[in-house]
């Protein structure tokens, strides 16, 4: 089973960058794509960032295009969410996600970032905080 650990987060203000981090030391995450979600109490857990297997694809939902962006380490099994332009709005718990059933084309299908069912680990989260 992958253990997927989770770095980063903290506090910003609006406009400011955080960066976080999910890497998988025993087996690696040369075979597993890596989605980012995040959640506020009271609400669905939502999608924001898919990466697959190779980092060569990734996919992002709309409230966050353009301002944030996963990329891979494959030397570190480590995946990063950059977080830049952060709203108050991107105050959340940010989880990520892989998938048993993990596939290089999964995150060119948009529902990759709604299926929260599909993914089986799971890291342990980690608070971003945007507040003036």
């Known amino acids: 089973q992958l253990q997927l650990k989770q770095s980063g987060g903290g506090l910003a203000q609006p406009g400011g960058s955080l960066r976080l981090s999910c890497s998988e030391t025993r087996f690696g995450l040369d075979y597993h794509a890596i989605v980012w979600f995040r959640q506020v109490p009271g609400k669905e857990r939502e999608g924001v960032a898919c990466?697959?297997?190779?980092?060569?694809?990734?996919n992002y939902a709309d409230s966050v295009k353009g301002r944030f962006t996963a990329s891979k380490d494959r030397a570190k099994d480590t995946v990063y969410l950059q977080m830049n332009s952060l709203k108050p709005e991107d105050t959340a718990v940010y989880y990520c996600a892989a998938s048993s059933g993990s596939t290089e084309t999964m995150c060119e299908d948009p529902e990759s970032l709604k299926r929260v069912f599909f993914y089986d680990y799971w890291g342990p989260g980690t608070q971003v905080n945007v507040s003036s």
């Open positions: 990466i697959s297997s190779s980092g060569l694809s990734t």
